[in-house]
Nanobody, 125 residues
């Protein structure tokens, strides 16, 4: 099975930066599209960012565009989410996801096949 493990979450203040990492194992990472989602308490899991298999194409939710950057290092089987200018509304559990059905990212939960267990990001005001 594919395994994804997120790390890098924590408690920060508004305006701070944080980098999340997602370690991938079990299959050929370089051929998978990857995505980051987040879920706040009582809310639905929402799309944050996606990256295609080469890393040459990315997509961001409007709420994070210009502040977050998704990237991948296929040699390290790792995808990253650099989060700058964090806001309290960014507080959520962040999940890494892999899409095996396509090399292109998608924006909906149902399009992804494997999920990590999540890492908590809390932004204080």
């Amino acid at each position: 099975q594919v395994q994804l493990v997120e790390s890098g979450g924590g408690l920060v203040q508004a305006g701070d930066s944080l980098r999340l990492s997602c370690a991938f194992s079990g299959r050929t990472f370089s051929s998978y599209a990857m995505g980051w989602f987040r879920q706040a308490p009582g809310k639905e899991r929402e799309f944050v960012a996606g990256i295609n298999w080469t890393g040459g194409s990315t997509s961001y939710a409007d709420a994070v565009k210009g502040r977050f950057t998704i990237s991948r290092d296929n040699a390290k089987n790792t995808v990253y989410l650099q989060m700058n200018s964090l806001k309290p509304e960014d507080t959520a559990v962040y999940y890494c996801a892999a899409r095996v059905r396509s090399r292109w990212y998608a924006r909906t939960v149902d399009e992804y096949d494997y999920w990590g267990q999540g890492t908590q990001v809390t932004v204080s005001s």
